[in-house]
């Protein structure tokens, strides 16, 4: 097998997806720092290495398929820290499911202003209309209202290391000492790399995180739609 051939091996992309994330995770283990995040600077390293090797997109994502696959139980399983909080949330439930709409809200249109603002094509405004909300439901919306649900996944990426960033210095700034208001800042502005930093802070911070990913996910798929329709 010469090595062209081997490039398209399934198996090729989805060890060197998974070894380099481990390497990364280790390299962000030892001294984190901003760059060192394992969803920024994976990604940068496998783009330079297809670079290297002249793979095309379809080359990588038919041997990676499977890995966006497990996305949706992977957000399942955000049901269980949710569950062992929910007398908390309970008491916050209306708070946060009207921080939920704000910031559904705010996401959906700054997304179209700045698309529009910077004369992106069509197709990329859609695909960048559901950035704000975790992989498997931006996806799903991407492809309901026209986008480019894998363009799509590298917005929502690109999203989730900058809120993920920002939503640390956010709370060296801001006096926001209730767990409910750390862990929804967390889930709303960065949904599953937030609910990652979110546990770091706390178990409550990671709950709330989850339930706000799930709840901004949960609205999207149905707001997102509407505001299309009604700009048409």
Sequence with gaps: MNPAEALRLPVFWSAATIGLYGAVRLLDGGRPRWWTAPLLLTPALLLALALGLHAGYHDYIRGTRWIMLMLGPATVAFALPIYEQRALIRRHGKLLLIGAVMGSTCAILSSWGLAVLFGL?????????????????????????????????VFVVLTGVCGGSLGQLILKWLPLRSSVARGALFGMGAHGVGVAKANQVGAEEGSMAGLMMVIAGLLNVLLAPLFINGMR
């Design 121 to 153: 094509s069509p197709q990329m405004r859609l695909s960048l209309l559901p950035r704000s909300i975790t992989t498997p439901f931006a996806m799903h919306v991407s492809g309901q209202i026209g986008g480019n649900p894998d363009l799509t996944a």
